[in-house]
């Protein structure tokens, strides 16, 4: 049986409000899958409980299997502010792929990633975002 991540009746409530409740939801390894919501239903929160980083107000969350499961999570805060250094630099020279490498470098080792799949993972994300390979290692100017 392959890795499995599971959420029982997790809730997450605020003081005035209350984000979801009762969720149930069993990933196994391989799984893609779509989250989709309005903005501020939860959607990043909910992934910052899957991946570890945040604990449910109610419920829980259980890792079954493999030890080796791995779950990446690319704050989409981090990326807005990556964004914004690049556009103040002066130095035009360095190419968004540099801007985000060195931006995220600084974080690694808090996220356990390694320079290969740090920049894969940046590709990925910047090609989401319509870049091209050109533009993602041309100079920002």
């Known amino acids: 049986m392959g890795a499995q991540i599971i959420l029982e009746n997790v809730g997450v409530r ?13 990933l196994y ?3 893609r899958v779509a989250l989709a919501g309005r903005n501020g239903s ?27 499961i791995k779950i990446g999570f690319l704050d989409q805060a981090f990326l807005d502010e990556a964004v914004v ?4 630099m002066k130095d035009r020279s360095h ?7 060195e931006n ?6 808090e996220h356990q990633l390694e320079e290969v799949e740090q920049e894969w993972e940046i590709k990925k994300t910047l090609s989401g975002l319509g870049f091209s390979v050109l ?7």
């Open 42 to 68: 939860g959607k990043s929160t909910l992934l910052k409980i899957l991946a570890g980083q945040l604990e449910p107000s109610e419920g829980k969350r259980t890792v079954v299997g493999s030890k080796k």
């Open 135 to 141: 533009q993602m290692e041309s100079p920002i100017n």
């Open 14 to 26: 605020y003081p005035s409000r209350v984000l979801f409740e009762s969720v149930n939801w069993t």
């Open 29 to 31: 390894e391989g799984m």
């Open 85 to 88: 250094q690049a556009l103040q």
């Open 95 to 101: 190419s968004p792929l540099q801007v985000i490498k």
């Open 104 to 109: 995220l470098s600084k974080q690694a080792q």
